[in-house]
């Protein structure tokens, strides 16, 4: 199993360039994550897909869309990049969504380093 | 708003010390996860914990819900064991993974 992978490790952007960031679990997991990992702050949610077909914003969703393609798959586009979101970016996966009754552990994948200039 | 805080932020000890790394958090929760940083950015559950303690390999991590706090301990510290190390709670009222809380994170160094 490869777990949850992301791609791609490394992107450089151009202030108002877009692109989309893929990640991907093989653990047949329910639900999935992105979160934006800043110096000097903890990880924070953007967006996250309780099981296939549903998205909900997390707590810094503003400039990024998701799209959970299927089980497997679940994407975070950036339409038009700025300074402000570079960042490193972890898409993470669990049994099921993490909530007031359940402790479901979370896989991270390896992160992609993003720097728009 | 529930607040995650850890300390300290920064520790360097040398090969074999024991460490203690703590967290403490604002409100009531169901679950805290710690989880491991290495330097080349992965990251990795270590412990899920709602009560009590849980103990692998040479980590023990502790929990005392009624004062909102967590511990988490090194034991024989090697050089390996350089990290982050990251507090994160599920609060007990939160609907939804937007209230996964996690804190900035204690950067640790093992000396040899």
């Known amino acids: 199993n490869a777990g949850v992978t992301q791609t791609p490790k490394f992107q450089v952007l151009k202030t108002g360039q877009s692109m989309t960031l893929q990640c991907a679990q093989d653990m047949n997991h329910n639900s999935m994550y992105w979160y934006r990992q800043d110096p000097g702050m903890g990880l924070r949610l953007i967006y996250y897909?309780?099981?296939?077909?549903?998205?909900d914003k997390g707590e810094v969703p503003n400039g990024y869309n998701v799209s959970r393609l299927n089980k497997r798959e679940f994407s975070l586009r950036l339409e038009s990049a700025a300074p402000s979101q570079t960042s490193v970016y972890f898409c993470?996966?669990?049994?099921?969504?993490?909530?007031?009754?359940?402790?479901?552990?979370?896989?991270f994948g390896p992160g992609t380093r993003l720097t728009v200039l | 708003k529930n607040e995650v805080e850890q300390s300290p932020q920064n520790l360097t000890a040398q090969e074999g010390e024991f460490i203690t790394i703590n967290c403490s958090y604002s409100v009531g929760i169901s679950a805290l996860h710690w989880l491991q940083q290495h330097p080349g950015g992965g990251i990795v559950s270590l412990f899920m914990?709602?009560?009590g303690k849980k103990k692998h390999g040479r980590l023990i991590a502790t929990i005392n819900i009624q004062e909102k706090h967590s511990s988490l301990h090194i034991t024989a510290s090697h050089p390996r064991d350089s990290a982050v190390y990251i507090c994160?709670?599920?609060?007990?009222?939160?609907?939804?993974?937007?209230?996964?809380?996690f804190g900035k994170g204690t950067h640790l160094i093992i000396q040899p």
């Open positions: 897909s309780a099981s296939e077909g549903t998205t």
């Open positions: 994160a709670v599920i609060p007990y009222s939160g609907g939804g993974a937007d209230g996964l809380t």
């Open positions: 914990l709602s009560s």
């Open positions: 993470a996966s669990s049994v099921w969504l993490a909530g007031p009754f359940s402790d479901n552990e979370q896989f």
